[in-house]
């Protein structure tokens, strides 16, 4: 059961172009939401995150919208750039048996044309 | 650099073989996870360890185990090793396993694994 549903499962974007990814969840307890990236032959890292009492969080050319009532969150990456080809999880994060449990999502591959 | 630090990098070996992946973890973080990446399937969450006890388990084969030793460091240990085993797989250490310590996973480069 998939308790995070991302998509697209990839996205081609042309040089300076806005890539959005979305994400769905079902599990109101969820209450910290980040996104990884992920270089080809790099493990993830930590992109931005954001938590349920905001609806936007900007970090320089990365955005997350969070749609609390509709259980949707997405990233949006604004002038995409070469370098931002890459693999990108979304997550959700929630107190599950008295240990904090980090669900992800299956991931959206991301490829921007210079 | 994550500070987290895997070994091997590369691991090849065969069928029915039984191998040991090394995972440190980031200096103070207690959590240790292992992840494992396949092509088509995204990041599978295999367990969790903090400060020595196992704290969850995700999808993974009896064929596995794992364990975190007192100086924090964690081994996966896959053994009767099948072609599909073959994978990425990352070890994330994290500060704890409650509250923010335990919201981000710092994650190592990976062990890639193939078996023929």
């Known amino acids: 059961q998939q308790q995070v549903k991302q998509s697209p499962q990839s996205l081609i974007v042309q040089k300076g172009g806005i890539s959005i990814i979305n994400c769905a969840y079902e599990n109101t307890a969820f209450d910290y939401f980040p996104w990884y990236q992920q270089f080809p032959g790099k493990g993830p890292a930590l992109l931005i995150a954001?938590?349920?009492d905001v609806s936007e969080k900007k970090e320089g050319r990365f955005t997350i919208s969070f749609n609390k009532s509709a259980k949707q969150f997405s990233l949006h990456i604004m002038d995409s750039q070469p370098g931002d080809s890459a693999t990108y999880f979304c997550a959700a994060n929630s107190n599950a048996g008295n240990n904090r449990k980090l669900i992800w999502g299956l991931g959206t591959s991301l490829a921007v044309n210079p | 650099d994550s500070g987290v630090t895997q070994t091997p990098k590369h691991l090849i070996t065969a069928t029915g073989q039984r191998v040991t992946l090394r995972c440190s973890p980031r200096s103070g973080d207690l959590s240790v996870y292992w992840y494992q990446q396949s092509l088509d399937q995204g990041l599978q969450f295999l367990i969790q360890?903090?400060?020595?006890?196992?704290?969850a388990k995700g999808n993974i084969l009896e064929r596995f185990s794992a364990q975190q030793f007192p100086d924090l460091h964690s081994e996966l240990n896959l053994s009767s090793l099948e072609l599909g085993d073959s994978a990425l797989y990352f070890c994330a250490s994290s500060v704890g396993y409650l509250g923010q310590g335990a919201e981000t996973q710092y994650f190592g480069p990976g062990t890639r694994l193939l078996v023929l």
């Open positions: 954001i938590r349920p």
């Open positions: 360890y903090y400060n020595g006890e196992e704290r």
